[in-house]
């Protein structure tokens, strides 16, 4: 089923299967970053996946300090039950989130790793032999929403619409640059209330059949994630909408 291409924040950790990107641009950018406070997230999946609507719940776990961080995300579909697990854990250095291990684990398949090895300054994958050299600045597909979280809380002022922000991001098998856009300011309604958000757009290159990702960040509640939506070329999607968070620091 296309629900195992589910995917959540911290999330972000993206599913959906990535071009080969070998030889795709490897940006390295110091900018600002600001974590924000750890905590716990929920929140409500709705998806239409092959002509099924589906609902679920997704959790989120943040921890961030000084010289460390980890990302973990848990996601359940009704029926089917936990159907993705995902870890990014890793330093703080002078890009913001440096990723040591990116671990993701689907309904009836064992997990992958993606180990950023900083001693051979390289990008190692179990699901595949393909490797990608360490910059600065790398990225998993969990990690990568709370960099970019942490970049637009110390950077609020340059998020104007149709800025763009890029990141070399990893996967289960390869790695390939992820672009950014601001769309602009919007309102969107959680379980919290209605809140302003910046709307964020990651959409694949036009020759690219990947997924597409808006991401809404709320300035009044820490820049944290309040509605993300995957989309699909066939039109397919799914909708996660924050339902509560707890600081857990």
């Known amino acids: 089923m296309h629900i195992f291409r589910i995917a959540t924040i911290a999330t972000a950790l993206l599913a959906a299967p990535l071009a080969h990107a070998a030889d795709s641009p490897h940006p390295v950018e110091k900018r600002a970053f600001n974590l924000p406070p750890s905590a716990e997230l929920t929140y409500s999946i709705q998806a239409k996946q092959s002509g099924l609507d589906i609902k679920g719940q997704g959790l ?40 040591e291990r990116f671990i993701e684990k689907r309904l009836r398949r064992d997990p992958s790793t993606t180990t950023f090895n900083r001693e051979q300054n390289k990008i190692t994958f179990t699901q595949s032999a393909d490797s990608f050299p360490l910059q600065g600045g790398e990225q998993d597909r969990t990690g990568v929403t709370w960099q970019l979280v942490a970049i637009a809380r110390a950077n609020a002022a340059k998020m104007t619409p149709n800025s763009e922000w890029k990141f070399f991001v990893a996967g289960p098998r390869d790695a390939e640059q992820w672009t950014f856009k601001v769309v602009g300011r919007e309102k969107v309604r959680t379980a919290q209330g209605e809140t302003a958000a910046v709307h964020i757009l990651r959409a694949p290159p036009p020759d690219d059949q990947g997924q597409k990702l808006d991401i809404w960040l709320a300035p009044a509640m820490e820049w944290y994630p309040v509605r993300l939506k995957f989309t699909d070329p066939d039109g397919d999607y799914i909708e996660q909408v924050l339902d509560s968070v707890k600081k857990t620091n």
């Not at 848990?74 to 890009?95: H, P, Q, V």
């Open 60 to 99: 989120v776990k943040w921890t961030g300090s000084k010289t460390r961080y980890s990302a973990t995300t848990e996601t359940r579909a009704m029926l089917l039950g936990k159907i993705l697990e995902t870890s990014s854990e890793g330093a703080i250095d002078a890009y913001g989130l440096a990723p």
